[in-house]
């Protein structure tokens, strides 16, 4: 089956800086990549996706690039708030099916 | 037009019993899926649902669980003989049919004493 890592499990930053959160997956047959964030004890919500025939999506302050050759992705986040502290989560799914998670990333904004 | 519903929020239950927890997709969204998730982890996937099937149920304990999505009425995740290591998060996602985006319920958090 599929397999998400994910990469840093912390990260803090400077208000305004910028964040990078990087994950691989091992199932060349997945071609969706969805990216969620999610508050201290609220649901993940979407913030971003991203399909295999695509190399790069942007959207406002958050970008997301797909090097299926090397099968990783990675969410950008410029300009970071303090409202972006969360846990950030990737995925990869094939489609119609599950959706494998990678472990989450804690993204800490530092004012 | 309402989002994922589940309830109830929070659940408590002691060794032994039953909990029951409930999913309600969004308008038009055939497809469910649940997932686990316990403190300070990800979210780690249990089971695939469409109307009246099960299509994955490979993240599924083989014993005390089970899960459903009858033709009519919510989806309902059932959990028997509860132990403490079930005290977790379940949230539940739905799509509609045809589509791979899944938008996330509040979820139920279970508390098992």
């Known amino acids: 089956g599929e397999n998400v890592e994910q990469h840093p499990s912390t990260l803090s930053v400077q208000e305004g800086d910028s964040a990078v959160i990087k994950c691989t997956y091992s199932d060349s047959a997945s071609n969706y990549f969805p990216w969620y964030k999610q508050e201290l004890g609220k649901r993940p919500q979407l913030i971003i996706d991203i399909r295999s025939n695509v190399g790069e999506k942007k959207d406002q302050r958050i970008a997301v690039t797909l090097n299926k050759t090397a099968k990783h992705f990675s969410l950008h986040i410029t300009e970071t708030q303090p409202e972006d502290s969360a846990v950030y989560f990737c995925?990869?799914?094939?489609?119609?099916?599950?959706?494998?998670f990678g472990t989450g990333t804690k993204l800490q904004v530092i004012p | 037009n309402a989002g994922v519903m589940q309830n109830p929020r929070h659940l408590v239950r002691r060794r032994g019993q039953e909990a029951r927890l409930r999913c309600s997709p969004m308008?038009?969204?055939?497809?469910v899926y649940w997932y686990r998730q316990l403190p300070e982890e990800g979210l780690k996937f249990m089971v695939y649902?469409?109307?009246?099937?099960?299509?994955?149920e490979s993240g599924m304990p083989k014993e005390r669980f089970s899960a459903e999505f009858p033709k009519e009425g919510p989806s309902i995740l059932r959990i028997q003989q509860v132990v403490r290591g079930d005290s977790a998060a379940y949230f539940c996602?739905?799509?509609?049919?045809?589509?791979?985006?899944?938008?996330f319920g509040a979820g139920t958090r279970l508390s098992v004493l």
């Open positions: 308008k038009g969204h055939s497809h």
């Open positions: 996602a739905s799509s509609p049919a045809g589509m791979d985006i899944q938008y």
């Open positions: 995925a990869a799914s094939t489609g119609y099916q599950k959706v494998t």
């Open positions: 649902l469409q109307k009246e099937n099960i299509i994955d």
